[in-house]
Nanobody
Framework: QLQLVESGGGLVQPGGSLRLSCTAS????????IGWFRQAPGKEREGVSCINNSGRRTNYTDSVKGRFTISRNNAKNTVYLQMNNPKPEDTGVYYCSAVVPTAVLDKCVPTLGWGQGTQVIVSS
């Protein structure tokens, strides 16, 4: 059974940095493409970024390009989201999930359920 746990959220100032972690439990993460999604207050959940199983292909939504970086360490069963220069509009609950493993990874489509997420608040 696929089980993912998000961590690393918290309060961060604009222009600061934060790293989120998505860690697998009781399965080998290297077989899965993984995506990060977020839900801001009063808004629908949206895709932020995703990465294929090898880590050689990535995808980002336009609003975070150049600021966020997704990466993975399969030996640690973990996918990361490095958030540099976060903005107030990045505030929300961040979730990770397995995504459809397309060859070109042109979109991030979740395939399984969600965990509890980790809250990120960007504020002065």
């Amino acid at each position: 059974q696929l089980q993912l746990v998000e961590s690393g959220g918290g309060l961060v100032q604009p222009g600061g940095s934060l790293r989120l972690s998505c860690t697998a439990s009781k399965f080998t993460l290297e077989y899965y493409a993984i995506g990060w999604f977020r839900q801001a207050p009063g808004k629908e959940r949206e895709g932020v970024s995703c990465i294929n199983n090898s880590g050689r292909r990535t995808n980002y939504t336009d609003s975070v390009k150049g600021r966020f970086t997704i990466s993975r360490n399969n030996a640690k069963n973990t996918v990361y989201l490095q958030m540099n220069n976060p903005k107030p509009e990045d505030t929300g609950v961040y979730y990770c999930s397995a995504v459809v493993p397309t060859a070109v990874l042109d979109k991030c489509v979740p395939t399984l359920g969600w965990g509890q997420g980790t809250q990120v608040i960007v504020s002065s």
